[in-house]
C-alpha cells in the first residue's frame, strides 16, 4: 500500500515543502512507501522563500534552492489520503472551501498530538481506518478560535530564533508521523 499526504501552508515556499522533505527525509528508513507533496493556499507569481531561511533549511538538510511553488487545487486535496496544513487558519479556510476534505484533513501538531496520546494506531489499522477514528473524535467547533496550540508560525524575515523554532516543531512532527505511519498495515 502507498500513501498519498499533502502538505498545505500559504504560500508554498517555507513551511509546507519544509514539512515535505523532512517526512520524506523520515520515511526513507521505513518500510512506508508515500509520496509527499506540498502546496500553497495563496501562492503568488514569483514569490520566493526569504534567502535567510533558505540558508538556515541548508543547514537543516532541507535544499529549498530549486522549490517550485505548487498552488493548491481541490483536486490535489482529493488524490491524497491525508492532507495536513501548518496552522488552524489554514485548516479552516481548506474545509470551508472543500469541505469533502475535512475527514482527512488536520493541521500537522493535530495528527500527531492525536495520534501520540489519543487515538494511536491499532494493530490492522490502515492509513484509512486510523484516520477515520482520528477524525471520528474531533469536534468541527475545534476549528473556531485562535488557540495556537495546533500551529506552526510562519517564518519571518528577520527572525532567525522564530524559523529555528519552527524548524524544531517540523522535524519532531514528521518524526512522530513517521512512526505512526510506520505502525500501520498497509
Known amino acids: 500500500m502507498s500513501y498519498a499526504v499533502l502538505f498545505l501552508c500559504r504560500a508554498n515556499l ?21 509520496t509527499i507533496t506540498s502546496a500553497g493556499m495563496t501562492v503568488e507569481k514569483d514569490q520566493i522563500a526569504p534567502e535567510g531561511f533558505v540558508e538556515l533549511a541548508l543547514l537543516q538538510g532541507v535544499d529549498l534552492r530549486d522549490h517550485g511553488q505548487v498552488a493548491f487545487t481541490p483536486d490535489l486535496g482529493e488524490d491524497a489520503d ?22 482527512k484533513s488536520f493541521t500537522l ?4 498530538r492525536r495520534g501520540v496520546s489519543g487515538e494511536p494506531p491499532r494493530p490492522g489499522d490502515t492509513l484509512g481506518t486510523w484516520v477515520a477514528r482520528v477524525h471520528a473524535s474531533r469536534d468541527r467547533s475545534e476549528l473556531l478560535g485562535t488557540d495556537p496550540i495546533d500551529d506552526i508560525d510562519d517564518p519571518q524575515a528577520d527572525s532567525l530564533e522564530g524559523d529555528e523554532v519552527m524548524f524544531g516543531q517540523i522535524e519532531r512532527s514528521t518524526r512522530r508521523l513517521a512512526r505512526l505511519l510506520g505502525s500501520l498495515s498497509g
Open 14 to 34: 517555507c513551511r509546507s515543502p519544509t514539512a515535505e522533505a523532512m517526512l520524506t527525509h523520515a520515511l526513507a528508513s521505513t518500510d512506508v512507501a508515500a
Open 109 to 112: 501538531l493535530e495528527i500527531v
Open 82 to 103: 491525508l492532507v495536513l496544513t501548518m496552522t488552524r487558519d489554514l485548516l479552516r479556510e481548506l474545509v470551508v472551501e472543500t469541505p469533502t476534505l475535512w475527514p
